[in-house]
């Protein structure tokens, strides 16, 4: 089994910045994909980030600029520097990766940027 735990959510005024953490653990001997998702109260779940092994980086057009995926592999966590936030990045964001031929979702973390 693999589980993901998310750190860093919170409540932020626009134009700041936030840092997301997600840490897997588990029966974990490869990850291939590490992304980052989100989703906004009656929206579908969106793509925000993601990076493959090798780190290779592919953002939604709303982030560009702003925010950065990156992951350390030796402690299979991936992270979400989050800058120049807007409310309309408000959301429960979800990491997820792939190893072992199957995709893993965390908990959610809820980010909250006031205007």
């Known amino acids: 089994q693999v589980q993901l735990v998310e750190s860093g959510g919170g409540l932020v005024q626009a134009g700041g910045s936030l840092r997301l953490s997600c840490a897997a653990s588990?029966?974990?001997?490869?990850?291939?994909?590490m992304g980052w998702y989100r989703q906004a109260p009656g929206k579908q779940r969106e793509l925000v980030a993601i990076?493959?092994?090798?780190?290779?980086?592919n953002y939604s057009d709303s982030v560009k600029g702003r925010f950065t995926i990156s992951r350390d592999n030796a402690k299979n966590t991936v992270y979400l520097q989050m800058n120049s936030l807007k409310p309309e990045d408000t959301a429960v964001y979800y990491c997820?990766?792939?190893?072992?031929?199957?995709?893993?979702w965390g908990q959610g973390t809820q980010v909250t940027v006031s205007s």
């Open positions: 997820n990766i792939y190893t072992g031929g199957s995709h893993y």
């Open positions: 990076i493959s092994s090798g780190d290779i980086t």
């Open positions: 588990g029966n974990i001997f490869y990850i291939n994909t």
